[in-house]
T-cell receptor, first 113, second 114 residues
């Protein structure tokens, strides 16, 4: 089955700097890669996703890149703000396995002001 | 638009007591439904998922069970809670039946077993 590894487990950046979180997946059949942000005590919320037929997607300060050959995808946050502090989860899924999401272990992002 | 509800929001139960958590979705029909558990400071563990009424798949063998008595209702149950059942229980839904199937999470139930 699919396995998703996420790095780093914790990331501290200065306000205004960029943050990058990387995930690798094992199953080449995976074709959908969402990213979720979870603030303390709250539900995970979808912040951006990318499909396998796209190499990059941007939404304001957030971007995701996908390298299908290397089987890795990354979340990029520019001009970080204190409200970006949260746990970020990457995930992968494929129709072959019923579209169940396989999540990475999460990255704790701390933005220091 | 679609809305997902979970209740109760918090629950404190003694070891050995039964459990029933409920999840309902509004604004869609025949959704895929999921139960996840998140231990403190940990990741998301898929417990059960359902593609239709009465159709439940279990991902992790344990003392929990799930049922889907109605199209947009998903229930998580236990006959006897263990200390290890403490955690944040999240229900999620997706439209299903499509190649790129986004999951949306409910607000969660925080369960403490004492």
């Amino acid at each position: 089955g699919e396995n998703v590894e996420q790095h780093p487990s914790t990331l501290s950046v200065q306000e205004g700097d960029s943050a990058v979180i990387k995930c690798t997946y094992s199953d080449s059949a995976s074709n959908y890669f969402p990213w979720y942000k979870q603030e303390l005590g709250k539900r995970p919320q979808l912040i951006i996703d990318i499909r396998s037929n796209v190499g990059e997607k941007k939404d304001q300060r957030i971007a995701v890149t996908l390298n299908k050959t290397a089987k890795h995808f990354s979340l990029h946050i520019t001009e970080t703000q204190p409200e970006d502090s949260a746990v970020y989860f990457c995930a992968a899924s494929s129709m072959e396995y019923g579209n169940k999401l396989v999540f990475g272990a999460g990255t704790i992002l701390r933005v220091k002001s | 638009s679609q809305t997902i509800h979970q209740w109760p929001a918090t629950l404190v139960q003694p070891v050995g007591s039964p459990l029933s958590l409920e999840c309902t979705v509004e604004g869609t029909s025949n959704p895929n439904l999921y139960w996840y558990r998140q231990a403190a400071g940990r990741g998301l563990q898929l417990l059960f998922y359902s593609v239709g009424i009465g159709q439940i798949s279990s991902e992790v063998p344990q003392n929990l069970s799930a049922s889907r008595p109605q199209d947009r209702q998903f229930i998580l149950s236990s006959k006897k809670l263990l200390l290890s059942d403490s955690g944040f229980y999240l229900c999620a839904w997706s439209a299903g039946g499509r190649e790129y199937d986004t999951q949306y999470f409910g607000p969660g139930t925080r369960l403490t077993v004492l």
